[in-house]
């Protein structure tokens, strides 16, 4: 970390840092990519959204990005929007999950792709928040009743892509289809920007 005050980076390490500190990392590259506009200009601000993401008061995306952490809702904006999802399984104690978006998610052309080509939905599988009851699922996998955020998810990543890791990212045209096989943790800035673009490439086929 030694180096790191005179300036060298830290993207190494800078996934097991806190993600609250008083040196926010976001706010620097909110700042380096004010260029492209993937910036809010609040936390209220759902620009580019249809409207506003459930648990919202829970859960935010780093570098200013958009999206919604409620798969439905966010495939019914995609269809509403003719754009195709990036959906990201991910977790609070998921450390590869903050090495991918602080090392990856950080390069601008990333931000780009995830800011005008996508619309995001972000699914956290170790949240304990009990759902209202109306919203509780029984597992087909298991077929024990699921009642939290996080039990939800994690049932819906194992029962329909049959994987129980994180992160987890999938490509899916707004009917839910998946575009290309989903990948798990990558960080190669390259890679990850081909595997957007495939994506896209796949959508504008289906959806030209």
């Known amino acids: 970390l030694f180096p790191g ?3 060298a980076p830290l993207k190494a390490v800078s996934g097991y840092l806190p993600t609250k500190s008083s040196w926010d990392l976001n ?11 993937a910036v809010s200009s609040g936390s209220n601000d759902y620009s580019g959204l249809c409207e506003a993401p459930k648990y919202a008061d829970r859960y ?7 999206g919604y952490f409620d798969y439905n809702q966010g495939l019914a ?7 195709p999802v990036f959906l990201d ?3 609070y104690a998921c450390t590869n999950c903050k090495v991918v978006e602080k090392n990856v998610w950080s390069d601008p052309e990333v931000i780009k792709r995830l800011k005008n080509d996508y619309v995001i939905v972000a699914l956290y599988v170790d949240d304990n928040f009990e759902l209202p009851e109306n919203e509780w699922i029984t597992s087909t996998f298991d077929g024990k009743v699921k009642k939290t955020i996080g039990r939800k998810n994690t049932d819906f990543q194992i029962t329909r892509f049959g994987v129980n890791a994180q992160p987890y990212y999938v490509l899916m045209d707004n009917n839910g289809n998946e575009l290309i096989p989903g990948i798990g943790f990558e960080s190669d800035v390259k890679e990850y920007i081909s595997f ?9 086929k289906l959806h030209p």
Do not use: W
């Open 5 to 7: 005050m005179f300036g």
């Open 27 to 37: 706010e620097v590259i909110r700042q380096s990519t004010q260029n492209i506009g």
């Open 60 to 66: 935010d995306l780093p570098y200013g990005l958009n």
């Open 77 to 83: 904006c995609a269809k509403k929007l003719n754009k």
């Open 89 to 91: 399984v991910k977790g």
């Open 196 to 204: 957007l673009d495939k994506g896209i490439e796949e959508f504008r």
